[in-house]
């Protein structure tokens, strides 16, 4: 019996089907409305509460403009279900340190904005805001959707069962001779082979992104005149406090101190985006000429230079002495407090974060905000407040 013809006998199947169908649709909605009030009402709960949580642990840290132990404490949130980012601004809206908010990180959910005060005996001295990617449906919304298209099928497969199984009975009644009727037809039908089934395409997962890596170089110009000039204790002070920024700021920029003998030094910077690489190598180099040149007399002169080199596997099987002599062919020869990029470094995503000069490839200064950020990262290295505080 056709479907149409089905439903001009049995005017009541019509209207059966599109009750349940309606029913379907409004529970349905009713579930999806219900969930999402819930799922509101615990986000909200749960965002505000991991901001103050991380207000209230970096009170000190603000007070004292201690960015790296800001950052450690962003970090610590980042490890939180849901979280993508994190920022600390002080009372005039300046970014003092953020983790997180990659460019080329996609969204995948709706985000969430909370915003603490870190505050001391009723004064704000900056405020942290701790941002959250959140599904627009639970993996028990699809399961309960799907569990329920079923069961609403399922009814209507019911019905239409049982008037199909009305009509054939009776069919069955009319006929004078069933049984000798099914023989024929079941003699008259081919036997037709069933097909063994199609294997299910297998779907490669996607290889994850390559890492890139920038090597930066960092030769001390002055140490050997410096060893000459110098008793023993004031060389191994001067060393030492080098050293001691040198650790700061490779840990602030997230680096990699590969090798560091003589007047040279080594540094790589790792990630699966070019652009982070080169903008941490810069800053690194930034940092240190500037912690040297506002060191007391006598001072470390620097020369820096950024090239690209090798993925961490390579590296980790290849001679250092020999990358660095491979660097050193580049033909990268800056002066004395200068920084140097190689060409293929200089792109417009850079060049929207530095100044490079392109003929050259010379660093000439950092763009808002980042100028000022590294400016208050500078002041807390080498222990002067900042400006305007």
């Not at 008037?163 to 003699?187: A, C, E, F, H, Y």
């Not at 810069?282 to 820096?304: D, E, F, I, K, M």
């Amino acid at each position: 019996m056709s479907l149409l013809h089905l439903y001009r006998n049995y005017p009541q199947l019509s209207l059966c089907t599109l009750l349940i169908a309606g029913l379907g649709l409004l529970g349905s909605l009713l579930y999806l409305t219900h969930s999402a009030r819930h799922q509101q009402q615990y986000i909200q709960q749960y965002g505000q509460t991991l901001a103050q949580s991380a207000a209230s642990q970096a009170v000190d840290a603000t007070l004292t403009q201690d960015l790296v132990s800001l950052q450690a404490i962003l970090q610590e949130i980042s490890r939180y279900p849901r979280v993508v980012g994190a920022t600390v601004h002080n009372v005039e809206n300046q970014l003092l340190v953020q983790n997180g908010h990659r460019p080329d990180q996609g969204v995948n959910g709706k985000r969430y904005h909370f915003t603490a005060a870190i505050a001391v005996h009723n004064n704000v001295a900056g405020y942290l805001q701790v941002t959250l990617e959140v599904p627009r449906y639970t993996p028990m919304d699809k399961q309960f959707l799907v569990i329920w298209l079923v069961a609403v099928l399922f009814a209507l497969m019911m019905i239409w069962w049982s008037i199909q199984l009305q009509w054939w009975k009776n069919l069955r009644d009319q006929l004078p001779s069933p049984g000798n009727l099914m023989r024929t037809v079941v003699d008259t039908l081919p036997t037709i082979p069933e097909a063994p089934p199609e294997p299910e395409p297998v779907v490669a997962e996607p290889p994850p992104p390559p890492l890139r890596a920038v090597r930066l170089t960092v030769k001390l110009v002055n140490i050997n005149r410096l060893y000459q000039q110098l008793n023993s204790e004031g060389f191994s002070n001067l060393l030492r406090r080098f050293d001691r920024q040198l650790q700061e700021i490779v840990l602030l920029h997230d680096g990699k101190r590969r090798w560091f003998q003589d007047d040279t030094l080594v540094i790589d910077f790792i990630s699966d985006h070019p652009l982070e690489c080169t903008f941490r190598a810069l800053c690194c180099a930034r940092l240190l000429h500037g912690v040297c040149a506002r060191s007391n007399s006598p001072r470390l002169q620097l020369t820096a230079t950024l090239t690209p080199t090798q993925t961490p596997e390579e590296a980790a099987k290849a001679s250092l002495f020999q990358a660095f002599i491979a660097d050193q062919q580049q033909g990268l020869q800056p002066g004395k407090g200068e920084t140097l990029l190689e060409h293929g470094l200089v792109t417009d995503e850079l060049q929207e974060r530095v100044d490079v000069e392109i003929t050259s490839g010379k660093l000439l200064t950092f763009l808002p905000p980042y100028h000022d950020l590294l400016q208050r990262q500078e002041n807390q290295l080498s222990g002067h407040p900042a400006a305007g505080h």
